[in-house]
């Protein structure tokens, strides 16, 4: 059972909607005992980094996934902004994070010729990540984001895509996965990304 947090920062429908295409069992929820009996997490994101944390906290959230990922080593799926507020702090905002995974969230740099926000399909190094089992490298994922993670953690795998430089297009520590372009809305590939998080034990 995966429980997919609801906290109105994340887009939780297309989420729902790929995990009942691919006959996941989950649940939308809040609570804790729920979150608790969970085999796995999934944390959308589509606002940004500091309205994300506050209603995180709001609903105390942010204690309940700390017992959750932390303590009692659930694997987490983080995807967009709640990828980015795994981390330590954003520059969106000014603000601390759940600081999960040792890293900040900065702007991406940007020109005439690569704008922000980043939005559409780019290409991703899919190695050394369990969530690409089976997916070609260099595979295309769409994405939409003016701000991007930047890991200080040396043991993190990391998986880039390029926009003007390289960016962290996913990340895993441990249970701790982020992903900053949509699976959800990522077709075949984004479906088979969340069917390997599922089957990962």
Partial sequence: MISIIDYDGGNFKSVI???K???IKFLLTNKKNEILKSDRIILPGVSNFNYCIKKLKSLDLDKILYEAVII?????????????????????GDTAGLNFVNGVVKKIESDKY???PHMGWNKVNTNNNDLFKEI?????????HSYHFSPKKKDLNINTTKYKTDICA???????FGVQFHPEKSYLEGSKLINNFNEIR
């Avoid at 070609?136 to 939409?144: H, S, V």
């Avoid at 996913?170 to 701790?176: D, H, L, P, S």
């Fill in 21 to 23: 295409r691919l006959k």
């Fill in 114 to 116: 690569f704008r922000v």
């Fill in 72 to 92: 009692k080593k659930k694997s987490i799926l983080g995807i967009c902004s709640g990828m980015q507020v795994l981390g330590s702090y954003s520059e969106e």
């Fill in 17 to 19: 909607n790929i995990l």
């Fill in 170 to 176: 996913a990340f895993n520590y441990k249970n701790i």
């Fill in 136 to 144: 070609q490298n260099m595979t295309r994922f769409y994405f939409c």
